[in-house]
């Protein structure tokens, strides 16, 4: 168990649809990293937030947003969604925000019909 | 960008057998990861290094920095060991690039 908490664990939605993935850093850390993990692509670095504040951007669409509320958990919203979105979507978090290692959470596998 | 390869894509070995993961990146770097991800999905980073050599277990990761090479080994594999084996990169405070993973698969 790494400490790290995502809900939910699956989530079957049908297109255009929009949904809320929910992630909990482990307790200290600051960071927290959002990525994708599809059949094609494997992981791909979404967001990083550090302290609440966005750090890093990487490939995340304009349909997808996050953000990280004052208790450190952070949120990822995926609106619009497409079938072409379902993949495994992972929070990881880190202490600080140089690098180091990263613990990931157990993943949210989502399903676009 | 860094760009990541894995190889072998895919690795299938016998329970005792003595198998490496092999990384190349084509960037210099800070840090390389090697994480381990289970079957049912979850992910456990395994070591973090940036020059040299360390080992947990019955696992060892070692870098090379000159030549832009990490591998991983495994001594006497064991069924458990089985699993998507993935390397990542990044440089300072850069978000990590990861290779496309190798399939490990240790038979009994």
């Not at chain 1, 890093?56 to 947003?65: D, T």
């Not at chain 2, 993961?21 to 800070?30: A, E, H, T």
């Not at chain 2, 940036?50 to 920095?65: C, D, E, F, V, Y």
């Amino acid at each position: 168990d790494s400490g790290v908490t995502q809900t939910p664990k699956h989530l079957i939605t049908a297109t255009g649809q929009r949904v809320t993935l929910r992630c909990s850093p482990r307790s200290g850390d600051l960071s927290v990293y959002w990525y994708q993990q599809s059949l094609d692509q494997g992981l791909q670095f979404l967001i990083q937030y550090y302290n609440g504040e966005e750090r890093a951007k990487g490939n995340i669409l304009e349909r997808f947003s996050a953000q990280q509320f004052p208790d450190l958990h952070s949120e990822l919203n995926l609106s619009s969604l497409e079938l072409g979105d379902s993949a495994l979507y992972f929070c990881a978090s880190s202490v600080s925000s140089g690098q180091e290692t990263q613990y990931f959470g157990p993943g949210t596998r989502l399903l676009v019909l | 960008k860094n760009e990541v390869e894995q190889s072998p894509q895919n690795l299938t070995a016998q329970e005792g057998e003595f198998i490496t993961i092999n990384c190349s990146y084509s960037v210099g770097i800070s840090a390389l990861h090697w994480l381990q991800q289970h079957p049912g999905g979850g992910i456990v980073s395994l070591f973090m290094l940036s020059s040299g050599k360390k080992k947990h277990g019955r696992l060892i990761a070692t870098i090379n920095i000159q030549e832009k090479h990490s591998s991983l080994h495994i001594t006497a594999s064991h069924p458990r060991d089985s699993a998507v084996y993935i390397c990542a990169v990044n440089s300072g405070n850069t978000p990590l690039v990861f290779g496309k993973g190798t399939r490990l698969s240790v038979i009994a």
